[in-house]
């Protein structure tokens, strides 16, 4: 990877809390709130996301995004989305073409939005993010920086 790529900053605590979220035997959803600033991308919270997963898949309804959004402009959430997380339980660490989709979606808003993939069943998690002139690519342990 080139030196396009942002330093990506995670809170322990979101890891956390997303562990405790993605421990089922179906996927989970959630989005990622937090801040860029000129050291990197800060990833302070999270927001569960939606109550409709399966096994192989997890929708983030629109009214709960509604409710996200307007929670930030009101200031009872500090801080902006900057990305997603979601599950695949023991499936591994991969983007599939819908997350891909689902990503490219977030991007149209900030090109500095990353998706976090975890596997509970292994206990890993790997970040996605925007490299310009390269795509969406996984991002290197280099760049991210547990806090």
């Not at 801040?35 to 898949?57: P, Y």
């Not at 929708?59 to 801080?79: F, H, S």
């Not at 073409?97 to 596997?119: N, R």
Request: proline fraction near 4%; include cysteine; charge should be negative.
């Amino acid at each position: 990877m080139g030196n396009s790529l942002f330093n990506i900053n995670i809170a322990s605590m979101v890891l956390d809390r997303i562990s405790a979220d993605v421990r089922r035997p179906y996927e989970r959803i959630g989005l990622l709130i937090g801040s860029f600033l000129n050291d990197g991308l800060w990833v302070n919270d999270i927001v569960i996301g939606g109550d409709s997963d399966s096994e192989t898949s997890c929708v983030l309804p629109a009214d709960k995004l509604a409710r996200v959004a307007d929670d930030i402009v009101r200031g009872k959430i500090d801080g902006r989305i900057i990305g997603w997380y979601h599950s695949h339980p023991g499936y591994g660490i991969f983007m599939s073409e819908t997350d891909m989709t689902t990503h490219g979606k977030l991007l149209q808003f900030s090109p500095f939005v990353i998706a976090l993939v975890v596997d509970p069943a292994i206990n890993q998690f790997g970040v996605w993010a925007l490299e310009p002139d390269v795509g969406v690519v996984q991002v290197s342990s280099e760049y991210i920086r547990i806090i």
